[in-house]
């Protein structure tokens, strides 16, 4: 079992930054890729990106690619989402996602999800 806590979210303008964590509980965390999504108001959930177990392979949405970040602390169980240069389409709820899953693009290969985070990007 993991449970996860999204933070960091909030009101920003075009060209900022902001960063968003996940903090994780349960005694396994070490071991499941993380990955992080979004969901605009009347979209499907998208995939932003993921974090191998050890930080060493990471997973790029094309929409974020040079922009977002992504890296993992295993000894504080907390994931985070650097986000640059941020665009009003990066408007959305923000939400981090356990798997044990090869195929960390995939929304429905995670079994665990946070709550979500509110990000919104004004022009």
């Known amino acids: 079992q993991v449970q996860l806590v999204e933070s960091g979210g909030g009101s920003v303008q075009a060209g900022g930054s902001l960063r968003l964590s996940c903090a994780a509980s349960g005694r396994t965390f070490s071991t499941y890729i993380l990955g992080w999504f979004r969901q605009a108001p009347g979209k499907e959930r998208e995939f932003v990106g993921a974090i191998s177990w050890s930080g060493v392979r990471t997973y790029d949405a094309d929409s974020v690619k040079g922009r977002f970040t992504i890296s993992r602390d295993n000894a504080e169980n907390t994931v985070y989402l650097q986000m640059n240069s941020l665009k009003p389409e990066d408007t959305a709820v923000y939400y981090c996602?356990?798997?044990?899953?090869?195929?960390?693009?995939?929304?429905?290969?995670?079994?665990?999800w946070g709550q979500g985070t509110q990000v919104t990007v004004s022009s």
């Open positions: 996602a356990a798997t044990l899953s090869v195929n960390p693009r995939v929304a429905g290969a995670y079994g665990f």
